[in-house]
């Protein structure tokens, strides 16, 4: 009962992450977003990576947290901010759950991954996914619509990419130091992205709704939410874990529903069903290779 309770806060906190990621991004601009979301989620895991400092004893390697750091939180999470200043957070959530197809699909060619016949079945699913929702105009994705789906498209490529890269890098460092040096390097994305675009949020209003976003995109949704997401890795498995793509989308379209008064329309429930077939194939493993744990497990 408590990973399946773990499963639906977690959904729901990360589903409330793109209502969150407009409000702030309307108050503070996208790469006050990205500063802000990082801080308040480092001064959750600070305090944590003090705590467990003693049994942290893996080595740092800098070069490689620095390229996850930024492929992970500092440019996707600007190009999703910069996504929803066009539009709504329910489509940028269903792009979003393209992030373990396209995983599939950069580790094909990047890092001599094989793919197997179901997977590249899910990636083409994927794809109709994403034409399905341009309305079958996928050309305004590189047009006038690249502010909007085709940012959102990147940012879950960086995902895939991050994903793919700390596995074959980070895999001897303790998740809680990459978690933290993560989201310390997306601090700094942040704040270079906002000097360099000049758009320093001086006289920001920090009203209710900014402040709840703050906090809830940070310390919930960058903090609590990757404690939750490692404790179902850890007390049930990376499968189940994973399960929680499937529900952010519905929960990302409920909040947007309830909060925005977002519309639900047939294009966006027909192209996220299309998208979860595709994760469904995706992430499916083989027959043989199920046979295989089983009887592994049981020696």
């Not at 503070?28 to 959750?44: Q, S, Y």
């Not at 080595?59 to 750091?69: E, K, S």
């Not at 999703?80 to 699909?105: C, D, K, R, W």
Request: charged fraction near 10%; hydrophobic fraction near 50%; aromatic fraction near 14%.
């Amino acid at each position: 009962m408590r990973l399946y309770s773990a499963l639906i806060g977690l959904s729901l906190i990360w589903g409330m992450s793109f209502v969150f990621i407009k409000w702030i991004t309307d108050a503070a601009g996208v790469w006050g977003t990205v500063f802000f979301r990082c801080l308040a989620g480092i001064l959750i895991l600070l305090p944590l990576l003090w705590w467990k400092r003693k049994q942290i004893t893996s080595t740092f390697q800098w070069r490689h947290v620095i390229i996850v750091g930024l492929f992970n939180a500092g440019l996707p999470w600007g190009l999703i901010a910069l996504s929803e200043t066009q539009i709504h957070t329910s489509t940028a959530s269903v792009l979003n759950a393209l992030t373990p197809i396209f995983t599939g699909l950069i580790g094909f060619l990047f890092f001599s991954k094989k793919l197997t016949r179901q997977q590249w079945m899910g990636i083409l699913l994927g794809f109709c996914g994403i034409l399905i929702l341009t309305e079958f105009q996928i050309h305004m994705i590189l047009g006038e619509n690249f502010i909007g789906m085709g940012t959102m498209v990147l940012a879950t490529l960086c995902y895939g990419f991050a994903s793919q890269y700390a596995k074959q890098y980070l895999q001897q460092m303790h998740v809680l130091l990459i978690s933290t040096c993560t989201l310390l390097v997306g601090t700094l994305t942040g704040l270079v992205g906002m000097i360099v675009t000049n758009t320093i949020p001086t006289q920001m209003e920090f009203n209710g709704t900014v402040i709840l976003s703050i906090i809830g995109l940070g310390c919930f949704g960058s903090g609590i939410a990757y404690l939750l997401f490692y404790f179902l890795m850890i007390e049930g498995s990376p499968e189940f874990a994973t399960t929680v793509t499937y529900l952010i989308p519905v929960t990302a379209i409920m909040w947007g529903y309830i909060l925005m008064k977002e519309p639900i329309t047939q294009h966006l429930l027909l192209g996220l069903f299309i998208i979860l077939f595709g994760i469904y194939f995706t992430n499916r493993k083989p027959k043989i290779m199920i046979e295989k744990t089983r009887a592994n497990s049981m020696e």
